[in-house]
């Protein structure tokens, strides 16, 4: 391996000193005396680079589908959240306190949800453990029985 790069490092050697020996040997049969660099350099022509534009055609319905999305998102419909649990039994009682949980707390959203016999009425929807805890506080003077947890993904 070391062989083959003593190989490589001493033929580029050779060939940049060959190339080099050329340009100069060009260069003295072609000079003047009315070049500016007295011969030493050749003078090369650089064109300016292009601007490049890019061009992005996407289907309309794309901003419509991020928006929804985002929406999602904020509204916690795919990411692991919190909730508060009010309650755990029948339909009439959680009507009940849906809507006076609804009356106490107009800013948290409140909802029923149906687990094989029973209905929950679960409550917030909260990013961290933290905030579920300080809404847990306020919760709690009303509803005492009332928890914490994170609903299992269907």
């Known amino acids: 391996m070391r062989m083959l790069n003593l190989k490589r490092c001493s033929f580029l050697i050779c060939f940049n000193l060959l190339s080099i020996s050329y340009l100069t040997a060009q260069d003295s049969t072609n000079t003047t005396t009315d070049t ?20 992005i055609n996407q289907d309309p319905r794309i901003q419509t589908l ?7 998102e904020k509204d916690g419909d795919f990411s692991d959240r919190y909730k508060i649990q009010l309650y755990y039994g029948n339909l009439n009682k959680a009507n009940e306190i849906m809507r006076s949980a609804r009356e106490e707390f107009p800013k948290l959203d409140v909802s029923i949800q149906f687990e094989t016999p029973n209905y929950k009425v679960w409550m917030g929807n909260y990013r961290t453990r933290l905030e579920a805890d300080k809404a847990l506080k306020e919760v709690y003077t009303k509803f005492p029985s009332a928890f914490i947890f994170r609903p299992e993904k269907k």
């Open 66 to 72: 991020l928006n929804i999305k985002s929406k999602m």
């Open 36 to 55: 500016p660099n007295n011969g030493n350099f050749i003078t090369a022509n650089i064109d300016p680079v292009p601007e490049a534009t890019v061009t």
